[in-house]
């Protein structure tokens, strides 16, 4: 059970990342996601992106395994790296440009993963 809560902790924490470029434009990952998502059905070939893709796909992959009646470590541990390329990169540029909303948004990110990665490493040792 907890191995699923944390799987669907992973994909609400990264949800609530929070994005600003120039110009006074800022978004958070579940708008931008909507508005993705609505672009697939409209423009499809607009969306083909890694920092897109990867993404959905690790949401996918958690997704499927909250399903799962024992979460599988592989399908999570793909899902956590397919969505850290993109939350990892975020926190590095907040950092670099001292923009606490950015490494404040992707902070609980980062410790759901880190302890997901505890938790399935712990289980692996018990077996």
């Given at each position: 059970?907890?191995?699923?809560?944390?799987?669907?902790?992973?994909?609400?924490?990264?949800?609530?990342?929070y994005l600003e470029w120039g110009g006074n434009n800022s978004i958070l990952l579940?708008?931008?996601?909507?508005?993705?998502?609505?672009?697939?059905?409209?423009?499809?070939?607009?969306?083909?992106?890694?920092?897109?893709?990867?993404?959905?796909?690790?949401?996918?992959?958690?997704?499927?395994?909250?399903?799962?009646?024992?979460?599988?470590?592989?399908?999570?541990?793909?899902?956590?790296?397919?969505?850290?390329?993109?939350?990892?990169?975020?926190?590095?540029?907040?950092?670099?440009?001292?923009?606490?909303?950015?490494?404040?948004?992707?902070?609980?990110?980062?410790?759901?993963?880190?302890?997901?990665?505890?938790?399935?490493?712990?289980?692996?040792?018990?077996?």
């Open positions: 059970m907890k191995s699923k809560i944390l799987n669907l902790l992973l994909i609400v924490t990264y949800l609530f990342g579940f708008q931008a996601e909507a508005d993705i998502i609505s672009k697939v059905f409209t423009d499809p070939t607009s969306v083909i992106h890694p920092f897109i893709l990867l993404p959905l796909v690790g949401q996918i992959l958690l997704l499927v395994s909250v399903f799962q009646n024992k979460p599988k470590s592989l399908l999570t541990y793909i899902g956590i790296a397919c969505l850290a390329l993109l939350l990892g990169f975020m926190f590095v540029i907040g950092i670099l440009s001292l923009n606490y909303k950015i490494i404040f948004s992707t902070l609980p990110f980062l410790v759901v993963a880190g302890t997901a990665i505890f938790h399935y490493r712990k289980i692996k040792m018990q077996e």
